[in-house]
């Protein structure tokens, strides 16, 4: 089952499987219930009418995305590059408690065919290709969407405390095009791909395989919901294991394609 939210003049509106679902129906809504209901429910309230675009980002205004860190071995090793502090990528990477944090809410979110954005006052900019969980409620994973966590290298490697910077801020942050609803069992060996292209040539290109990644989804998952209340559920960001290298720098123009498995999320970076 694939969940898609789309522009339409009475509003934003959700369709499943490319038909509309009720008017005014949110997503914390169907995130609810239990897991093994989720299905039943998305049948029972079809409408059958034809969803159009343009697409929204899949994700409620309110709704929380957060991000993990260091969670693929390519990730580790770009972060010790980088860093005046690579000791600290190390450790979290063999710890027992990953790295999590706040990414954006998701009115912040840029979706499918939006444009993303590097800080005017960084030098080193990349995109960072991640499977996203959709998670409900209960911290459980009932799917997954593609992500974009656009990050400044060089502010994160400066000092580690400047993370909040280097991740969040106006177009850092992109989601979609849809929802697979999927168990983390369908999940667990999905091929992860980014094309950068600058002036119609490829600039940077690179696959990796979410099989690749340190820590389990359900872990990832736990983690966050620990003294953590998201009663309309959450987005959770599961790492990158694509790193262009260090001379490479997102620039105006570039225009970013990331696939996970199926989904494609294509962006321009705005000028």
């Known amino acids: 089952m694939y969940l898609s939210r789309h522009r339409t003049a009475e509003g934003p509106r959700w369709a499943l499987d490319g038909r509309y679902l009720p008017q005014g129906l949110a997503l914390d809504r169907l995130l609810e219930g239990p897991v093994p209901e989720l299905g039943d429910t998305l049948e029972g309230l079809r409408t059958g009418e034809a969803a159009e675009d343009p697409v929204l980002p899949p994700v409620e ?38 790295e999590l944090f706040f990414k954006a809410h998701g009115w912040r979110a840029v979706g499918h065919g939006g444009e993303v954005r590097v800080r005017r006052d960084s030098r080193w900019n990349v995109p ?48 979609g095009p849809g929802i697979v ?29 979410t099989s690749r990644i340190k820590r389990s989804f359900e872990e990832l998952a736990e983690y ?15 790492g990158t294991g694509i790193v262009p290298g260090e ?8 225009r970013v394609e990331i696939s996970v498995g199926e989904l494609v999320l294509e962006n321009d970076v705005a000028g």
């Open 224 to 238: 966050l919901g620990r003294e953590l209340t998201l009663p309309s559920g959450a987005f959770l960001m599961t």
């Open 128 to 175: 960072e290709p991640e499977l996203v969980l959709v998670l409900n409620n209960r911290m459980e994973v009932v799917g997954f969407t593609a992500g974009n966590d656009v990050s400044s290298r060089d502010i994160e490697g400066e000092n580690p405390l400047y993370l909040p910077q280097a991740k969040v801020y106006d177009g850092s942050c992109s989601l």
């Open 61 to 98: 205004p309110y709704q929380e995305v957060w991000a993990s860190g260091v969670t693929y071995m390519q990730s580790r090793e770009a972060r010790e590059l980088e860093s005046a502090d690579a000791d600290a990528y190390a450790r979290v990477y063999d710890a027992e408690r990953p």
């Open 247 to 254: 001379e490479f720098t997102l620039t105006p123009g570039d």
């Open 181 to 209: 609803l999927a168990g983390p069992d369908g999940m667990r060996d999905l091929p992860i791909r980014l094309r950068i292209s600058r002036g119609g040539r490829v600039a940077f290109e690179g696959e990796v395989s």
